[in-house]
């Protein structure tokens, strides 16, 4: 399985995709945040991994990407409410999520697995979420909910943000666990 995971960060993602085998490139804009992802890669015994590790803007890559055919099982997407690339680029996700959707969805497999996407943005519920990412890939199944942090000795919860999923299938013989 191949997985594409953009607006990588420090790279949670990436390891949970290395640890249960599947080749993944792992995009940020921040040079930084890359090598802070490199390096929990071997923290986690994973340096060895078959992860392709980028530092680049999201879109002039899926465009290279694009042309260059390579296609992912699964991609993963994270993208931030404002961020500033390393040549001054900006990406704000009310105006450039749509392009970012439709440069992932030419990059998905013939036999695409998930799409999973996460935002902490306000406004972006995960209705939200269920009708722009349904609508952009057509998925079998969309999924969604919210993300809370749960306080220790407290009924309170902190809502952190959304997710969501789309879901084609399995790998054969293999639950879904995208």
């Given at each position: 399985?191949?997985?594409?995971?953009?607006?990588?960060?420090?790279?949670?993602?990436?390891?949970?995709?290395?640890?249960?085998?599947?080749?993944?490139c792992h995009l940020d804009a921040s040079?930084?945040?890359?090598?802070?992802?490199?390096?929990?890669?071997?923290?986690?015994?994973?340096?060895?991994?078959?992860?392709?590790?980028?530092?680049?803007?999201?879109?002039?890559?899926?465009?290279?990407?694009?042309?260059?055919?390579?296609?992912?099982?699964?991609?993963?997407?994270?993208?931030?409410?404002?961020?500033?690339?390393?040549?001054?680029?900006?990406?704000?996700?009310?105006?450039?999520?749509?392009?970012?959707?439709?440069?992932?969805?030419?990059l998905l497999s013939n036999r695409p697995l998930f799409v999973l996407f996460s935002?902490?943005?306000?406004?972006?519920?995960?209705?939200?979420?269920?009708?722009?990412?349904?609508?952009?890939?057509?998925?079998?199944?969309?999924?969604?909910?919210?993300?809370?942090?749960?306080?220790?000795?407290?009924?309170?919860?902190?809502?952190?943000?959304?997710?969501?999923?789309?879901?084609?299938?399995?790998?054969?013989?293999?639950?879904?666990?995208?």
């Amino acid at each position: 399985m191949k997985v594409l995971n953009l607006f990588a960060y420090s790279g949670g993602s990436t390891l949970a995709c290395a640890q249960g085998g599947a080749e993944t490139c792992h995009l940020d804009a921040s040079r930084g945040m890359v090598e802070w992802a490199r390096g929990n890669a071997a923290l986690n015994g994973l340096d060895k991994a078959p992860v392709r590790w980028i530092t680049d803007d999201a879109h002039k890559f899926m465009k290279r990407e694009a042309r260059r055919g390579r296609r992912y099982d699964g991609i993963i997407l994270d993208p931030p409410t404002f961020g500033r690339g390393a040549s001054g680029e900006t990406y704000k996700i009310e105006r450039d999520l749509g392009e970012t959707l439709s440069l992932a969805k030419a990059l998905l497999s013939n036999r695409p697995l998930f799409v999973l996407f996460s935002s902490h943005t306000p406004g972006v519920t995960r209705i939200v979420a269920e009708n722009t990412i349904g609508g952009a890939f057509g998925p079998k199944r969309v999924e969604s909910g919210e993300m809370l942090l749960e306080g220790a000795g407290t009924t309170v919860d902190c809502p952190s943000g959304i997710y969501c999923r789309a879901l084609w299938g399995a790998p054969a013989g293999r639950p879904c666990s995208a």
